[in-house]
T-cell receptor
């Protein structure tokens, strides 16, 4: 069965420090992986997807098939990065998206 | 262009009752997905509708059912409510569906259901 694991419920870092939100998945095929973000009082929204290989708001995520990981990184955290972050997986042939339980990122001034 | 809207914002029901939640998809979107998000958890996929047909279902019992209308709006119906059905129900629409290709899903604000 497919599963997405986010081991940290809460991650607190100082402004300007590097950020890494961990995500591991279990799936034997070739998954599509995403990071979603929910800012305070806003809707859940897509942050980035691995197939795009893009940097959004300074965040990047690299798919590591050997370690089955898709960690989200940013070199210098900003206060506006404080939010709830969800890692998600989709099989290429299916409509279902599987979300992890989320990590709350708190940036301290 | 209006975004995804959901109604009601919140409601309270008692065990055994039935509830209908509504979702209006974003203009130009023909696919709607429903998710259940329990407190402290990520969203769990309930099902997806594409062009008025169910197009994939998660691990939810048959008492969770849905509809999609010709204008692509959608309803989620839950019969015989249980205490564990208390959650935030999210609707998301996307411009295309049918499985193999992914198109970005745009989420609504959710409906918070409390079952007493």
């Amino acid at each position: 069965a497919q599963r997405v694991t986010q081991p940290e419920k809460l991650l607190s870092v100082f402004k300007g420090a590097p950020v890494e939100l961990k995500c591991n998945y279990s799936y034997s095929g070739s998954p599509e992986l995403f990071w979603y973000v929910q800012y305070s009082r806003q809707r859940l929204q897509l942050l980035l997807r691995h197939i795009s290989r893009e940097s959004i708001k300074g965040f990047t995520a690299d798919l590591n098939k050997g370690e089955t990981s898709f960690h989200l990184k940013k070199p210098f955290a900003q206060e506006e990065d404080s939010a709830m972050y969800y890692c998600a997986l989709k099989r290429s042939s299916a409509s279902k998206i599987i979300f992890g339980s989320g990590t709350r990122l708190s940036i301290r001034p | 262009e209006t975004g995804v809207t959901q109604s009601p914002t919140h409601l309270i029901k008692t065990r055994g009752q039935q509830v209908t939640l509504r979702c209006s998809s974003q203009s130009g979107h023909n696919t709607v997905s429903w998710y259940q998000q329990a407190l402290g958890q990520g969203p769990q996929f309930i099902f997806q509708y594409y062009r008025e047909e169910e197009n994939g279902r998660g691990n939810f019992p048959p008492r969770f059912s849905g509809l999609q209308f010709p204008n692509y709006s959608s309803e989620l119906n839950v019969n015989a409510l249980e205490l564990d059905d208390s959650a935030l129900y999210l609707c998301a629409s996307s411009p295309m569906g049918g499985g193999p290709s992914y198109n970005e899903q745009f989420f609504g604000p959710g409906t918070r259901l409390t079952v007493l």
